[in-house]
């Protein structure tokens, strides 16, 4: 089993749709959760970084966090065809900063 | 804030010869960089960390002789293929984290390898 199961899709969704983006993990030390979005042929850009438990909202992003169920989520509000790249979560426990990358979803933006 | 950047943005070179990539932390002192290397439709794989002025760790299964990392200053690391074959063809990312105290890493453009 992998450290951390991430659905690789393809994920397609109209433009103006919710999107939920979701992460596995089995390593309960973990403490240090970021969300990246990779562009074809582009290094991944951080969306979002979260430390422990909890929500945080930037945007049109939000980041939630539940350590008990060993899962976080990403959702998009009101998705543009601009959001179409893959979406990296990543995950490192403290004082490593030895990151442990999901595969990866495909999303698509349809116009 | 936080721009790394590397260069050359893609190489094409000949079987045996050796390839040096830059990364740079454009605005602010990187004390860690990571190099990672991304297959078509897969995720990051960590390569090897490095910590300025000392010697990079290498992740298991990563050859040290073969992809040699130098981390000279705070702002600038390089990541050396030498004797490159076609199967070392690849994107190759690296990362910085800056030394804030925060556990992010910012990443460069990544930069592509084909050798012929």
């Known amino acids: 089993q992998k450290e951390v199961e991430q659905d690789p899709g393809p994920l397609s969704v109209p433009e103006g749709a919710i999107v939920s983006l979701n992460c596995t993990y089995s390593?309960?030390?973990?403490?240090?959760f970021m969300w990246y979005r990779q562009y074809s042929r582009k290094g991944p850009e951080l969306l979002m970084y979260?430390?422990?438990?909890g929500n945080k909202e930037d945007g049109r992003f939000t980041a939630q966090v539940d350590k008990s169920s060993k899962y976080i989520s990403l959702f998009i509000r009101d998705s543009q065809p601009s959001d179409s790249a893959t979406y990296l979560c990543?995950?490192?426990?403290?004082?490593?900063?030895?990151?442990?990358f999901g595969t990866g979803t495909r999303l698509k933006v349809l116009a | 804030g936080a721009v790394v950047s590397q260069h050359p943005s893609w190489v094409i070179c000949k079987s045996g010869t050796s390839v040096k990539i830059e990364c740079r932390s454009l605005?602010?002192?990187?004390?860690?960089m990571f190099w990672y290397r991304q297959f078509p439709k897969q995720s990051l794989m960590l390569m090897a960390t490095?910590?300025?002025?000392?010697?990079?760790?290498?992740e298991q299964g990563v050859e040290k002789d073969k992809f040699l990392i130098n981390h000279a200053s705070l702002t600038l690391s390089t990541l050396t293929v030498t004797s490159a074959h076609p199967e070392d063809s690849s994107f190759y990312i690296c990362?910085?984290?800056?030394?804030?105290?925060?556990?992010?890493?910012?990443f460069g453009p990544g930069t592509r390898l084909l050798v012929l």
């Open positions: 990362s910085a984290r800056d030394g804030q105290g925060l556990e992010t890493q910012y």
């Open positions: 390593n309960s030390a973990f403490q240090y």
């Open positions: 979260t430390y422990s438990s």
């Open positions: 990543a995950m490192t426990t403290s004082g490593t900063y030895k990151y442990i």
């Open positions: 605005d602010f002192q990187a004390t860690t």
């Open positions: 490095s910590n300025e002025g000392s010697k990079a760790t290498y």
